[in-house]
């Protein structure tokens, strides 16, 4: 096992992932950029370095700093958490060829499965279904005759795309010109890589995704599914597990399809396979992230398997000790991501004046808050994670409400009152939603 860890990343998760060090006596190390510096993960952690400035290319997504300062303080190994550099391949490999251990699957498969178009023909070949679509597209020209193939509406995006970025939808050949150009652009602008390509849009659906993790000695675990489809702009902001549209006998073929696709790529480490299901119950693969999930919590509780330090164990060698049957998937959990509202307006010198945080059996808010702190501007607007979990849904769904009602966070503005009123929606409590879900909400 590692004796010394560092954390290339801040806010709520490298608080996380401090706490799963200190549990399982590894020294932590925090990394930090000069606006951070008041942050409390520096102070939990066991030591600290400045990696550079305000600007995320200067500090967060600096891969020499962050090496430099491995090394200077005797790492064996580091966690890139989610965000900043956790998928990407050129750090992963600058880990390995620096002797220290990156923390997630190897380089070549987060490059792999971060090449969209490359991950859908692997799981072709594999036998998992995929959403009908094409290859890359190289011109407009080409695009239109797509398009006209797959029959509209169709999707078109970005071959190195996450977090909802270098998505267009296109109604009609009406709106693809302007559609592929700007899709193409921003891929270039967010990814370096402007490749695109086309997937027929379903709608309804439901975004699932399937919890797994793997070790080198070809040991998979299928930890339950999440339900993903409340989301704002592509980006979730509630999630849950169970679903409530998986029964016993669809939950095994989406199982199935994940471990198969977690074997076909020789996959190690934690990771999220995501689908679609349509309301045939017909269910398509759409990407694996190659990260720790920012909803991996809602997967802890009801699974009681710490994913983070399974990262860990299985980035030191360790087999899972558990089997597929080992798994024992009970009650329900929601996590509601709270958010500043406008981060760029509000975050400058915006500190907190008041901070309370919920409380109660088997209720969690993973956090970077603290009262004084000062919100600062230069990276996401997420501020932290209420997690509840219960025996049915209804009493979780009842928690969740109670938990918001009590969080207080003054001096910034956020979305609490929005993720109330998501949790008293018709459709959010008989389960009957999909991922139009905030649009049709006015």
Same mark, same amino acid.
């Given at each position: 096992?590692?004796?010394?860890?560092?954390?290339?990343?801040?806010?709520?998760?490298?608080?996380?992932?401090?706490?799963?060090?200190?549990?399982?006596?590894?020294?932590?190390?925090?990394?930090?950029? &000069?606006?951070?510096?008041?942050?409390?993960?520096?102070?939990?952690?066991?030591?600290?370095?400045?990696?550079?400035?305000?600007?995320?290319?200067?500090?967060?997504?600096?891969?020499? $700093?962050?090496?430099?300062?491995?090394?200077?303080?005797?790492?064996? $190994?580091?966690?890139?958490?989610?965000? #900043?550099?956790?998928?990407?391949?050129?750090?992963?490999?600058?880990?390995?060829?620096?002797?220290?251990?990156?923390?997630?699957?190897?380089?070549?498969?987060?490059?792999?499965?971060?090449? *969209?178009?490359?991950?859908?023909?692997?799981?072709?070949?594999?036998?998992?279904?995929?959403? !009908?679509?094409?290859?890359?597209?190289?011109?407009? &020209?080409?695009?239109?005759?797509?398009?006209?193939?797959?029959?509209?509406?169709?999707?078109?995006?970005?071959?190195?795309?996450?977090?909802?970025?270098?998505?267009?939808?296109?109604?009609?050949?009406?709106?693809?010109?302007?559609?592929?150009?700007?899709?193409?652009?921003?891929?270039?602008?967010? #990814?370096?890589?402007?490749?695109?390509?086309?997937?027929?849009?379903?709608?309804?659906? *439901?975004?699932?995704?399937?919890?797994?993790?793997?070790?080198?000695?070809?040991?998979?675990?299928?930890?339950?599914?999440?339900?993903?489809?409340?989301?704002?702009?592509?980006?979730?902001?509630?999630?849950?597990? !169970?679903?409530?549209?998986?029964?016993?006998?669809? @939950?095994?073929?989406?199982?199935?399809?994940?471990?198969?696709?977690?074997?076909?790529?020789?996959?190690?480490?934690?990771?999220?396979?995501?689908?679609?299901?349509?309301?045939?119950?017909?269910?398509?693969?759409?990407?694996?992230?190659?990260?720790?999930?920012?909803?991996?919590?809602?997967?802890?509780?009801?699974?009681?398997?710490?994913?983070?330090?399974?990262?860990?164990?299985?980035?030191?060698?360790?087999?899972?000790?558990?089997?597929?049957?080992?798994?024992?998937?009970?009650?329900?959990?929601?996590?509601?991501?709270?958010?500043?509202?406008?981060?760029?307006?509000?975050?400058?010198?915006?500190?907190?004046?008041?901070?309370?945080?919920?409380?109660? !059996?088997?209720?969690?808010?993973?956090?970077?808050?603290?009262?004084?702190?000062?919100?600062?501007?230069?990276?996401?607007?997420?501020?932290? *994670?209420?997690?509840?979990?219960?025996?049915? @849904?209804?009493?979780?769904?009842?928690?969740?409400?109670?938990?918001?009602?009590?969080?207080?966070?003054?001096?910034?503005?956020?979305?609490?009152?929005?993720?109330?009123?998501?949790?008293?929606?018709?459709?959010? *409590?008989?389960?009957?939603?999909?991922?139009?879900?905030?649009?049709?909400?006015?």
């Amino acid at each position: 096992m590692f004796s010394k860890i560092l954390i290339a990343n801040r806010g709520e998760v490298a608080v996380r992932i401090i706490r799963a060090c200190k549990e399982m006596g590894i020294i932590s190390v925090a990394v930090y950029s &000069e606006a951070d510096k008041e942050s409390i993960h520096i102070s939990m952690a066991d030591e600290c370095v400045c990696v550079g400035g305000a600007l995320s290319k200067d500090s967060y997504l600096n891969q020499q $700093a962050i090496i430099t300062a491995a090394q200077l303080h005797g790492c064996e $190994a580091i966690h890139p958490g989610y965000g #900043f550099l956790a998928e990407n391949a050129q750090f992963a490999n600058l880990c390995k060829e620096n002797g220290i251990v990156f923390i997630g699957p190897p380089a070549e498969l987060i490059a792999q499965m971060g090449d *969209k178009d490359a991950a859908r023909r692997m799981m072709q070949k594999a036998d998992v279904p995929v959403v !009908p679509g094409s290859d890359l597209i190289e011109s407009y &020209e080409a695009a239109v005759q797509e398009a006209a193939r797959i029959g509209y509406p169709i999707l078109i995006k970005a071959k190195a795309g996450g977090g909802g970025r270098g998505i267009r939808l296109v109604e009609s050949e009406d709106e693809l010109e302007n559609a592929f150009l700007t899709a193409t652009a921003e891929a270039k602008s967010a #990814f370096g890589d402007g490749s695109v390509y086309m997937e027929k849009y379903l709608s309804p659906v *439901k975004h699932i995704e399937v919890q797994v993790l793997a070790d080198e000695y070809g040991n998979v675990l299928a930890l339950g599914e999440r339900e993903c489809s409340i989301q704002l702009k592509n980006q979730k902001i509630l999630e849950e597990s !169970p679903s409530t549209a998986i029964d016993a006998a669809l @939950r095994e073929k989406l199982f199935s399809y994940a471990i198969k696709a977690v074997k076909a790529v020789k996959y190690t480490n934690a990771g999220t396979i995501e689908f679609l299901l349509d309301t045939e119950n017909n269910i398509y693969f759409m990407e694996m992230n190659t990260r720790l999930q920012v909803e991996h919590p809602v997967t802890e509780m009801i699974t009681g398997i710490d994913i983070v330090k399974w990262q860990i164990r299985i980035a030191a060698g360790v087999a899972l000790s558990y089997k597929q049957s080992d798994i024992r998937i009970g009650g329900c959990a929601i996590e509601c991501r709270i958010n500043a509202s406008s981060m760029q307006a509000e975050g400058t010198g915006k500190g907190i004046e008041f901070f309370h945080v919920p409380g109660g !059996p088997a209720v969690r808010f993973d956090t970077f808050l603290y009262q004084g702190y000062k919100i600062v501007p230069f990276y996401d607007s997420l501020l932290g *994670k209420v997690i509840v979990y219960a025996k049915t @849904r209804e009493e979780a769904i009842r928690k969740m409400q109670a938990a918001l009602c009590e969080l207080v966070i003054e001096g910034v503005e956020t979305n609490i009152v929005q993720q109330t009123d998501i949790l008293s929606e018709e459709a959010f *409590k008989t389960g009957q939603y999909y991922t139009n879900f905030m649009e049709n909400r006015g």
